[in-house]
């Protein structure tokens, strides 16, 4: 049976763990790159990547080498998509060149979950529109296990696109898996309906563990009605906002960010801010990610 990756609502909370323990453990071998550059030698995985990406297409290149595996870069822009190649043909392809696995980034919700069944190679979620990015989901985790030991029983609030972000779908899933508390916070018409607490920015910050800021996802619809100015004013985390959080709580954010918009350059550099430490983090819960799929 082929291992897919797909969402995290597809695992049980032990497997959630069980990645994030992992993920853990290869953090705290940074400096022993020898105990591990051979755990994934000859695999080979292709990066098929497209929607643009920085952080989750490098990390994930960065992780397969640091486990001893090559990565195939395949980007749309200059392969046989402008020929009218299909998705589902390119990774066909890829996967009879003879990839051990794919890890996939489109702008369609669904299309992975359609894909994933036709593939004889592993499928790895690396942004599926706005369903789930539970790679992200995992060093949100890790970073939050950094931090706090136990994630259980956390108060983390989400603020910002929350309807458009497939970051914040991985974390309400992973927070009904593994016990956290998840509060929405935002713009009112970019928030889902669900059974998550929807409640006031500036009331719920000072009782927060973490804070997680999100951009407005403008790809994924026509924008919001807010100059950048008043959004920032409404919903930004400004300097001002930084002096409400409680001295433990930490500010994350899953990047890209708009600068002077959902965050401040004084939020993003802070001492309570781990946002450059959840990119380190992508490195480790990716390295789990092609462990697992590789079934070494
Ligand atoms: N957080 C995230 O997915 O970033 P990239 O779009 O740069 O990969």
Redesign the pocket.
């Known amino acids: 049976m082929i291992k897919h990756f797909l969402a995290l609502a597809n695992f049980s909370p032990s497997e959630i763990g069980a990645f994030v323990d992992r993920a853990y453990s290869f953090s705290l071998l940074k400096k022993s790159p020898d105990k591990i550059n051979h755990l994934l030698k000859n695999k080979i995985f292709s990066n098929a990547f497209f929607e643009?990406?920085?952080?989750?297409?490098s990390s994930f290149e960065i992780a397969a080498k640091r486990l001893g595996a090559e990565i195939v870069n395949f980007s749309p822009e200059n392969s046989s998509t402008k020929k009218g190649e299909t998705v589902f043909d390119t990774l066909r392809c890829l996967e009879n060149l003879g990839v051990d696995g794919i890890i996939l980034?489109h702008s369609d919700n669904t299309l992975i979950n359609e894909l994933a069944p036709k593939l004889s190679t592993t499928l790895i979620n690396?942004?599926a529109g706005k369903f789930e990015?539970p790679s992200?989901g995992l060093l949100d985790l890790l970073t939050l296990k950094k931090e706090f030991g136990e994630i259980k029983g956390l108060r983390v609030g989400i603020c910002g696109d929350i309807l458009h972000s497939r970051?914040a779908g991985s974390m309400m899933v992973a927070a009904k898996k593994l016990g956290f508390e998840v509060i929405l916070m935002g713009p009112e018409n970019l928030i889902p309906k669900n059974d998550f607490k929807y409640q006031d920015f500036d009331k719920t910050l000072p009782s927060l563990d973490a804070v997680m800021m999100l951009r407005i996802q403008h790809e994924r619809h026509e924008g919001i009605f807010l100059s950048q100015s008043d959004y920032r004013q409404a919903f930004g985390m400004t300097k001002e906002r930084v002096e409400k959080l409680a001295d433990h709580t930490i500010i994350m954010h899953?990047?890209?960010f708009n600068r002077g918009v959902e965050i401040d350059d004084e939020a993003i550099e802070h001492k309570q801010s781990r946002i450059w430490q959840q990119m380190e983090n992508g490195v480790y819960a990716r390295m789990s990610i092609l462990e697992w799929a590789s079934g070494v």
């Open positions: 643009a990406s920085t952080r989750t297409r980034r690396a942004g990015h992200q970051v899953p990047g890209p």
